[in-house]
């Protein structure tokens, strides 16, 4: 039973360009949220998808966009990358709402020049 | 504002002794909390969840607790081993809100 992926795992772009991360959900999972995590912070929560809709969303401006596609796998798309950007971002899925334990992947690591 | 904190410091104890992490928030009534570990380069992994109505959760060598009226939850290690050497995260939530808020974490080193 495969869990979270992401890709790519490094990433290096420099000030103005976009970025596309992707996340495949656990098995079974059908809730996809995006985290970015400074270094030695705790992860930030940017949004989650369910049913390929934008559910939830926290204090990330509008350069932050995201996709679910019917397969439940999800992107993450940054436009115009700032160098406080630079981060790992973590995807995390889960399967009951209720409770909205999460189970991440490894994170996709971005650094912008 | 919401706001959790845990102790930013790392916290280093000798290999088998008892280790106590602290997680404290305000402004805040979660219906639970939820505690996981986080190894360098790795996404956080989810150890334990605790309801409010639950004074205290047991896993294996883990124990968390939950004080409503204190605001705080404590996570202890017992007989810590240096593969327990990680950052630990908090993070209370609630039913209705699909948003997880962690706190910064507390890194934990065990010294054999």
């Known amino acids: 039973d495969a869990g979270v992926t992401q890709s790519p795992t490094h990433l290096i772009k420099t000030r103005g360009q976009q970025v596309t991360l992707r996340c495949s959900p656990k098995?079974?999972?059908?809730?996809v949220s995006w985290y970015q995590q400074a270094l030695g912070q705790g992860p930030q929560f940017i949004f989650q998808?369910?049913?390929?809709?934008?559910?939830q969303r926290g204090n990330f401006p509008d350069r932050f966009s995201g996709h679910q596609f019917p397969n439940y796998s999800s992107e993450l798309n940054v436009n115009a990358l700032l160098l406080g950007d630079s981060a790992l971002y973590l995807c995390?899925?889960?399967?009951?709402?209720?409770?909205?334990?999460?189970?991440f992947g490894a994170g996709t690591r971005l650094s912008v020049l | 504002s919401q706001k959790i904190e845990q102790n930013s410091e790392a916290l280093n104890i000798q290999e088998g002794k008892t280790a106590t992490l602290t997680c404290n928030y305000t402004?805040?009534?979660?219906?639970?909390l939820q505690w996981y570990r986080q190894d360098p380069g790795r996404g956080p992994v989810f150890l334990l969840l605790i309801r409010e109505n639950e004074k205290e959760k047991r896993k294996e060598r883990l124990k968390v607790t939950f004080d409503t009226t204190l605001k705080q939850s404590l996570f202890h290690i017992t007989a810590s081993q240096p593969a327990d050497s990680a950052t630990y995260l908090c993070a209370p939530s609630n039913n209705a809100g699909n948003m997880l808020t962690f706190g910064g974490g507390t890194r934990l080193m065990v010294k054999p």
């Open positions: 098995s079974g999972h059908d809730t």
């Open positions: 995390a899925s889960s399967g009951t709402p209720a409770l909205n334990i999460q189970y």
């Open positions: 998808y369910y049913e390929e809709e934008e559910r």
């Open positions: 402004n805040y009534s979660p219906a639970y």
